[in-house]
């Protein structure tokens, strides 16, 4: 008999929930393609009215599956106070599944079920830092909860609860390699390889930078964006092995860090991080199989 799927939710999730019109970073307003699932194009295909004849209009449909035709950049349906026009006419149940979910994730390592919110929401790094000490977690009954170190043990890796806390590498020795790891990634725009190039230009002073940063930044938060990078990124232990998810982790936030020294904001430097490297998994990927090799 299988073992039954125990699904985790950090103790913020239930208290997530969508900033709409409040958003600075709108996922409505990024130049992304939108799928829409099949039984949500054909919902839209049977919507009378006026609503009904401009999502028909806006949608268009390549060799596999309907997709929004995004107007220079923008969902067509985000009305002038940053609100989905098809919410308010029609409710959350006429989201397609992708606008639905985001920027929710489900992971799955050994006989559990990862869940959480993605950092490239802001209304999700506003909650990781808005609790202090370690990451908890929950499950479907509110009273069980773990934390990061009992689910590394269940999943059967033994890791000491003091490499579990941050703490930076500060050394230009350690950064060097870092910003030439994360120049072979595929960059999400041109204001990203050019704040890169600007770090890896001025990286002599990066060690005094972030020296004088961390004076400003609480230890705890530093450590819960560490251990929630590794949680999300526990999925991919097994092919990569945990020392290198670890150290993904870690140097994920070691990066974050440094943007954070050059361009300061600690919380939009996450989402920028999380933005360009955890949402292409093309990129976790490439900086694990360096890290595996290492």
């Given at each position: 008999m299988s073992t039954p799927l125990i699904t985790l939710y950090p103790s913020f999730y239930s208290r997530f929930a969508?900033?709409?019109?409040?958003?600075?970073?709108?996922?409505?307003?990024?130049?992304?393609?939108?799928?829409?699932?099949?039984?949500?194009?054909?919902?839209?295909?049977?919507?009378?009215?006026?609503?009904?004849?401009?999502?028909?209009?806006?949608?268009?449909?390549?060799?596999?599956?309907?997709?929004?035709?995004?107007?220079?950049?923008?969902?067509?349906?985000?009305?002038?106070?940053?609100?989905?026009?098809?919410?308010?006419?029609?409710?959350e149940s006429a989201l397609c599944d992708i606008c639905a979910m985001h920027p929710r994730f489900f992971v799955y390592a050994g006989n559990f079920e990862l869940a959480g919110t993605g950092l490239c929401c802001e209304k999700t790094v506003e909650l990781l830092l808005e609790e202090e000490g370690p990451l908890v977690f929950v499950t479907d009954y509110p009273e069980e909860k773990a934390s990061l170190t009992s689910l590394l043990h269940a999943l059967g890796y033994n890791v000491d609860k003091k490499n579990l806390t941050f703490i930076s590498s500060i050394s230009t020795t350690c950064y060097e390699p870092l910003l030439s790891h994360y120049e072979k990634t595929e960059p999400i725009n041109a204001a990203w390889t050019a704040s890169l190039l600007h770090i890896?230009?001025?990286?002599?002073?990066?060690?005094?930078?972030?020296?004088?940063?961390?004076?400003?930044?609480?230890?705890?938060?530093?450590?819960?964006?560490?251990?929630?990078?590794?949680?999300?990124?526990?999925?991919?232990?097994?092919?990569?092995?945990?020392?290198?998810?670890?150290?993904?982790?870690?140097?994920?936030?070691?990066?974050?860090?440094?943007?954070?020294?050059?361009?300061?904001?600690?919380?939009?430097?996450?989402?920028?991080?999380?933005?360009?490297?955890?949402?292409?998994?093309?990129?976790?990927?490439?900086?694990?199989?360096l890290l595996a090799k290492q």
């Open positions: 969508c900033k709409a019109g409040d958003c600075v970073h709108s996922c409505c307003v990024q130049d992304w393609e939108i799928d829409i699932d099949d039984d949500t194009a054909a919902l839209y295909q049977s919507l009378e009215g006026p609503l009904g004849n401009e999502i028909r209009q806006a949608m268009r449909r390549n060799e596999e599956t309907y997709y929004w035709d995004m107007k220079d950049g923008k969902c067509p349906f985000l009305n002038n106070q940053g609100l989905c026009r098809i919410v308010l006419e029609k409710g890896k230009k001025h990286v002599q002073e990066a060690s005094g930078r972030v020296r004088q940063m961390l004076a400003k930044i609480p230890s705890s938060h530093l450590t819960r964006i560490y251990q929630y990078i590794l949680y999300r990124g526990l999925e991919k232990a097994e092919i990569y092995g945990l020392p290198a998810v670890m150290t993904y982790a870690r140097e994920s936030v070691d990066f974050i860090l440094l943007a954070t020294a050059f361009y300061g904001d600690l919380p939009e430097q996450v989402r920028l991080w999380s933005e360009q490297i955890e949402y292409d998994t093309e990129n976790v990927d490439l900086l694990l199989s």
